[in-house]
Structures are given as structure tokens and as C-alpha cells.
């Protein structure tokens, strides 16, 4: 069994990337500019 820990610095991009999730800043803004069914990628995740 391999007990090795990795550390990773992600400096801030933990950070905006949780606080993305939790207030769901995805979600609105595809909710306001609409989705294509054309789309690859949602406006919200660009």
C-alpha cells in the first residue's frame, strides 16, 4: 500500500472555483443568455 501524499498548490483557483459552485454562478448566467443546443460549452462555464 502506497501511503505517499501529494501536495498540490492551486494557489486561488480552489478558492473561486468553490465559490463558483456555491453560489451557482454557472447556473445564472446560463439562465440569463440562454443555451444553444448547438453549443459544446454552456456560456455559463465559458
Known amino acids: 500500500m502506497n ?3 501529494i501536495v498540490q498548490n492551486l494557489d486561488h483557483l480552489g478558492i473561486v472555483a468553490g465559490l463558483v459552485d ?3 454562478i454557472v447556473e445564472q448566467v446560463n439562465q440569463h443568455l440562454g443555451e444553444d443546443s448547438r453549443e459544446q460549452v454552456s456560456p455559463g462555464v465559458v
Do not use: I, N, P, S
Request: charged share 35%; aromatic share 0%.
Open 3 to 5: 501511503d505517499a501524499l
Open 22 to 24: 456555491a453560489l451557482e
